[in-house]
């Protein structure tokens, strides 16, 4: 699972261009990942030029 | 004001490059729909908004001054062990824009010329009937809406969906995107120049700018490979970089974006188009869109006003799309892309070499192959192969 922190986000959408499996969508002034497409390449995760998106602890498990 | 059951193109997302598209579509007579789903056209803006005086006028026939914030006279690249390659004339070689303001303009031209205009109205997706794409799934204020069409034409940016839907794979390698962050700063020296600040220290296969934005003020940013990125995020080099060079301004914006460094994607196929980063039309080498967006839009509304006329709106009939655009931003992307390919892979002893070589140019337009040109001749190192793609013809 990817976790968004939402207070660093800028939604600029730089994390949906790299995802292989179309699971990310930016809307608006936010952006949605749907866990169940997500094939956790980490690439969101490594693109995003702030560090809003990490890989959540329930999936380190 | 309400949408239409159908029209005959649907252009997706108001940047430059959908407005562009709604208005060449709209002033050939035919009925379009622009949507965007930001609730306004123009912000946040994710760009550092430097365009080549040349390359935009032509657009144009009256550049508003509103339009703009600073005319730039020139370039300063400054290459990892500080030496200055100043490419500059007297005279306005480029604008930085005022984006908010450019691109509502942009989006009101195309609604002067007859498009309908909505905004906090997304896409979710495209209705394909027989491997045709037909129009427009979507939410406008909460409302589902289905509007059917003859050509959508995906003008959706960096994030863009509207080509995966129809099929068409737009996702970016990291190798082939840059990660960008920039601060609006004030009360900072600013001359009417661009500066650019190379070194794999500084910006990992990229690099940091400085525009011009007004009497003391400037876009300050920043753009890493992603391939590149470990560590350290784009946002950390950039506060590294503003903390040494501009201790006392103030910051008022903040900005993140991805910058397209690929190919180009597939641009068109049954019934679809996509247009500026959507298509990854961005160019590989400076990371520049702007113009290469409006291009292609004034192009993708002429094919469509071309081909809803000859009743073909076929993968076949809309493929001259791409032949417009192939002798012109298709040929600069060839060689940016290969140039790109050779500079990230260049250590910072070699960007030093390269900046050593040359002194100050004078130049009257601002363009990669004029430098590359200068370049090439007093650095017989540079791989042949690049080379002559930047020999005159």
């Known amino acids: 699972m990817i976790s968004i922190n939402r207070y660093k986000c ?7 261009a790299v995802c292989p499996a179309g699971a990310i969508e930016l809307v608006g002034a936010w952006i949605e990942i749907d866990g169940e497409s997500c094939v956790e390449c980490n690439n969101c995760v490594k693109i995003c030029p702030i560090g809003a998106l990490e890989v959540s602890d329930e999936s380190k498990k | 004001m309400s949408l239409k059951n159908k029209y005959d193109v649907i252009v997706v997302g108001a940047g430059p490059g959908g407005s562009m598209t709604a208005k060449t579509a709209a002033e050939k007579g035919l009925n379009v729909l622009l949507i965007e789903k930001r609730q306004e056209i123009g912000s946040p803006i994710r760009c550092a908004e430097g365009v080549g005086k040349k390359s935009f006028k032509k657009f144009f026939p009256v550049i508003k001054d509103e339009w703009i914030s600073t005319k730039m006279v020139g370039v300063r690249i400054y290459s990892p062990d500080g030496t200055l390659v100043e490419i500059s004339d007297n005279r306005a070689v480029g604008y930085i824009l005022e984006r908010k303001i450019f691109d509502r303009d942009l989006a009101c031209m195309a609604a002067d010329a007859g498009a309908d205009v909505f905004t906090k109205t997304r896409a979710t997706d495209l209705i394909i009937k027989d491997n045709f794409v037909k129009g427009v799934e979507g939410i406008r204020l909460g409302e589902s809406f289905k509007v059917e069409a003859d050509i959508v034409v995906g003008a959706d940016g960096v994030e863009s969906k509207v080509g995966r839907w129809a099929g068409i794979n737009t996702t970016l390698k990291p190798k ?21 600040y190379l070194g794999n ?6 690099y940091v700018w400085a525009f011009p934005k007004g009497e003391n003020r400037a ?14 995020i784009p946002f950390d080099y950039l506060n ?18 991805g910058i397209p460094v690929s ?5 068109f196929g049954n019934g679809i188009m996509l247009v500026g980063d959507a298509a990854r039309f961005t160019d590989p080498i400076t990371g520049g869109g702007i113009t290469n967006a409006i291009e292609s839009g004034i192009y993708a509304g002429e094919v469509a006003a071309e081909c809803i006329k000859e009743e073909d709106t076929s993968e076949e009939g809309l493929k001259k799309y791409e032949k417009r655009w192939r002798s012109t931003i298709g040929e600069e992307n060839d060689r940016s892309y290969l140039l790109k390919e050779f500079f990230i892979n260049l250590p910072d002893g070699g960007l030093n070499a390269l900046a050593h070589s040359i002194n100050k140019i004078k130049i009257t337009e601002l363009s990669v192959k004029g430098l590359m040109r200068e370049l090439i001749d007093k650095n017989p190192w540079i791989p042949a192969k690049l080379a002559k793609l930047f020999k005159k013809k």
Request: proline share 4%.
């Open chain 2, 201 to 206: 220290d500084i910006a990992p296969a990229g």
């Open chain 2, 219 to 232: 876009n300050v940013g920043i753009g890493i490979l992603g391939s590149k990125i470990g560590g350290k």
């Open chain 2, 176 to 196: 082939d995107i840059e990660s960008g962050a920039e601060y609006l700063i004030s009360g900072i020296p600013v001359e009417d120049l661009c500066e650019i």
């Open chain 1, 10 to 16: 800028g939604y600029c959408g730089t994390c949906v």
């Open chain 2, 263 to 267: 190919r180009p994607a597939k641009t």
């Open chain 2, 240 to 257: 590294e970089f503003v903390k040494k060079k501009y201790k006392n301004g103030k910051i008022i914006e903040v900005i993140y974006g």
